[in-house]
């Protein structure tokens, strides 16, 4: 029998449904959250992304700006437009299209942005408040695995959950927001001599390794919920997860499919902590 998808195409609405009521409210009150998107160069795929954040913008009522500069930009210009966006009141949320150009540090661009407009979260402040556990506005393909997980209904607490993969991206923060909720966290990575052994153990399996079906049924326990990041391209144009979905689904209990799992949950997050941010900025949390 195969397991429960979690939909996070509809988990996704739900949650945009919430942000449209919070924000019409916000501007009968006179304040407009606004996000400001970065895009440097041509990368097909971040700007389909781009296009995305300012489409949710429009559907959500929010004020939106998108810089489209030359892949040619230099750094100096660049920090001069984020210097520009964290100084402009009617922007709450500043996003720095990744990856940038690689005569471009993007340290020192994320360093740039203001904490508080830091809507991808990160910024090595908010970063840091992760790690300690302070408040702060949280990475957002992360956000979105932690609200999937909760809308199965299952409780996080006391539970064994393993994350395979460190990235500072996903896999890092996922870690420190497992912990958040009193899971017991185990991170895996390339070098883990005893992967599967620890995979099999795992109530809660969140992989995001970049590794088209690298998790089949093999590494999962039965009744485990199964988070998969992964977004990978095949060689017959199809996407594909990290995990094997086919042979995980007649194990697993609920799971992400790819497409329509975290993928949708990523901009909602953005949308919410764009939100969040406007709040703070006008005193109003």
Known sequence: MSAPLINGKQVSEEIRGTLRGEVDLLVKQGLTPGLAVVLVGE???SQV?????????HDLGYYSEVHRLSASTTQEELLALVGKLNSQ????GILVQLPLPKHIDEKSVINAIAVEKDVDGFHPVNVGNLVIGDDSLLPCTPAGVIE?????GIEMAGKHAVVIGRSNIVGKPVYLLLQREHATVTMCHSRTANMKELTQQA??????????NFVDASYVKPGAVVIDVGMNRLENGKLAGDVDFESVKE???PITPVPGGVG????TMLM??????AKRLNGLV
Request: proline content about 5%; hydrophobic content about 45%.
């Open 251 to 253: 194990v697993s209990g």
């Open 148 to 152: 999937l997980i909760k809308r199965t």
């Open 43 to 45: 990368d097909p795929a």
């Open 272 to 277: 919410r902590n764009t939100l969040i941010a």
């Open 89 to 92: 009141d009617n922007i709450h």
């Open 49 to 57: 992304y781009v296009r995305n954040k300012e489409k949710a913008c």
């Open 203 to 212: 109530d809660i399996l969140v992989v995001a390794i970049g590794r088209a």
């Open 264 to 267: 949708p949950m990523t901009i």
